[in-house]
């Protein structure tokens, strides 16, 4: 048994759920008027609504001792004041000094980060306003129109995430294009519609050594130079890295280098050099106001005590269903279409930073951890898969994400959106019991055998967070990113686990070098298992037909 599950708080917590499990949302309600305002929570203009959880005030009492019990508020000190948290890598977790707009410096081994933090930014702000406003031009002095970000993971979907969520932003700006994936379509079929003399590349990676950027940005340097020559290169070509040898040897200046620090985890980059294309599309100004957003979110989490502070209950609510309910998986669900890619951003977020199987001491664990995070924009998702969420056999905590004024008022189309918004969490609170069922056929005469209404029963208590803007803006877009993090950094303190490293990663990358020497011919003798060694020899002798 590790120490946290002997621990009190979490053995407390055992017996709690074994009183709890089997209360109805609907009681929690009905026993008490005060539920929804004693368990929400307003931060600026972005209302949080914890109430259609199955907690009671004696819940949150016992999650908030194992959150004291695990050291959180020392953790999150730790965090804020550069000592190297990343137990691993030896490393300080420091994206926050990113957003830093206080005159606080923050300092990683007695150095203080912030001027060079500042420096970075002013030179993409500089960079940005040239390009955008058509003074820097490319190799034939014809202005940009568009830019590519070539990068993958977290130099890839931070700012696709962002660019998208913010489109209201970018009208009139450098178009934005990602490009991440190694399949070759998704180069061709980016570059297809582009002109090389009016598009900048951004070659975004931390390491500088990512096969698929690398590979990515190798052809699309092929591609400009076909076009303009090798002289273009120069003027085409950014790279956002950390690695300034690595860069050099690409072929793109050093003026063209845009770094940040060993200190930005690739996931929690967006903020750092790696937002140079978000800059690019949205403007200095909105990018600024995105790093405000952010930094309201880390004072929040900084200063709030426990029992007020919107990340943390976020992450322990997450905790009672994972660890004590056995729910495996998270749905992100944001109603607002510019929100596409956010629950794709956070699968990233969240399952790189906390899938993790050994604890700090390297000791496995016995609890489970990070949990599968999914989601997709309603309201396609009720037409797709909200029916498991409403009758299926899992238990799936979701976040609802929403905004009270959209972008793009047109009829009646929001407050439809919305009403869907509502009514969702609500039937999932509520369910549909079977004398409701039989009510409401004979109210249209109509009667049912007890298996045909078993089928239209509800259970309900289904558990939702509401999280509600009054706008999608860059600085409640900044604010929510940042209290995401938080939590998933909360979660990963309670478990023990570091949330920093990504060696689960490693594992496939090696595998892929030697099976990619193998299928250019060079490789040694197999050592792979029948099915691997048969897959290959399959695609080999298939690729290259005699
Ligand atoms: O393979 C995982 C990963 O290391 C991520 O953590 C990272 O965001 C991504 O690859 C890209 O890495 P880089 O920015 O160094 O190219």
Redesign the pocket.
């Known amino acids: 048994m590790s120490r946290l599950t002997e621990s009190a708080p979490w053995r407390a917590l055992v017996e709690h759920h074994k009183a709890l499990q089997h209360v109805h949302l609907r009681e929690l309600f009905a026993a008490d008027p005060h539920r929804a305002e004693a368990l929400s929570h307003t931060l600026a203009d972005t209302f949080f609504d914890f109430s259609k959880h199955r907690i009671t005030s004696e819940t949150l009492t016992l999650l908030l001792e194992l959150a004291r019990a695990a050291q959180v508020p020392r953790w999150r000190d730790r965090m804020f004041a550069g000592e190297p948290i990343n137990v691993t890598e030896g490393r300080p977790v420091l994206h926050v000094a990113l957003r830093n707009r206080s005159d606080r410096p923050i300092r990683v081994d007695g150095h203080d980060v912030m001027p060079e933090v500042r420096a970075v930014l002013d030179r993409m702000y500089t960079f940005a306003e040239e390009i955008r406003s058509g003074a820097g031009r490319g190799a034939t002095g014809r202005a940009f129109t568009d830019v590519v970000n070539i ?5 890839d979907l931070g700012p696709v995430m962002v660019t998208e969520a913010l489109r209201p932003w970018g009208k009139g700006g450098i178009r934005p294009h990602f490009v991440s994936n190694i399949d070759g379509t998704h180069l061709v079929e980016t570059l297809s519609s582009l002109d090389p003399e009016t598009t900048l590349f951004c070659v ?7 096969i698929e ?1 690398l590979t990515n940005a190798a052809s699309a340097r092929a591609w400009l130079t076909s076009a303009l020559g090798d002289d273009a290169v120069a003027a085409h070509f950014v790279a956002l890295s950390t690695h300034a040898e690595r860069v050099a040897a690409f072929g793109i200046p050093e003026a063209h280098r845009f770094g940040f620090w060993d200190w930005v ?3 929690y ?1 967006l903020w750092s050099a790696i937002g140079l294309s978000i800059v690019l599309a949205i403007g200095p100004d909105a990018f600024d106001e995105l790093l405000q957003g952010a930094y309201e979110a880390d004072e929040h989490f900084r200063t709030a005590p426990l029992e007020d502070n919107v990340p943390v209950w976020m992450a322990m609510i997450g905790i009672w269903y994972h660890d004590f309910f056995g729910a495996a998986s998270h749905a992100i669900l944001p109603y607002d279409q510019y929100l596409h890619r956010f629950a794709a951003y956070f699968q ?1 977020g969240d399952m ?1 930073s906390n899938g993790k199987g050994v604890d700090r001491g390297g000791c496995s664990v016995d609890y489970p951890t990070g949990p599968v995070v999914w989601g997709e924009p309603g309201t396609n998702g009720q037409h797709a898969f909200f029916q498991l969420l409403h009758q299926g056999t899992h238990l799936v905590p979701c976040d609802f994400i929403g905004a009270i004024r959209s972008h793009n008022p047109l009829g009646e189309h929001h407050d439809i959106l919305m009403a869907n918004f509502f009514a969702q969490t609500e039937a999932l609170m509520r369910g549909r019991t079977a004398d409701e069922v039989r009510a409401g056929l004979a109210r249209r005469g109509t009667e049912l055998s007890d298996d045909a209404v078993a089928h239209r029963t509800f259970p309900g208590n289904r558990p939702t967070t509401t999280i509600l803007l009054d706008q999608i803006t860059p600085r409640s877009l900044g604010r929510l990113i940042a209290l995401y993090e938080h939590k998933i950094f909360v979660q990963g303190i309670v478990w023990d686990i570091n949330s920093f490293d ?1 060696w689960g ?1 490693e594992l496939g ?1 090696e595998l892929a070098t030697t099976i990619l020497s193998e299928l250019r011919g060079d490789g040694g003798p197999s050592l792979h298992d029948a099915s691997t060694a048969a897959l290959i020899a399959r695609y080999r002798t298939r690729r290259d037909p005699a």
């Open positions: 990068g993958i993971g977290g130099s975004a990676s931390k390491t500088f050594t990512t950027t985890g690739g996931r980059s990233q790189e990504q990663v990358k």
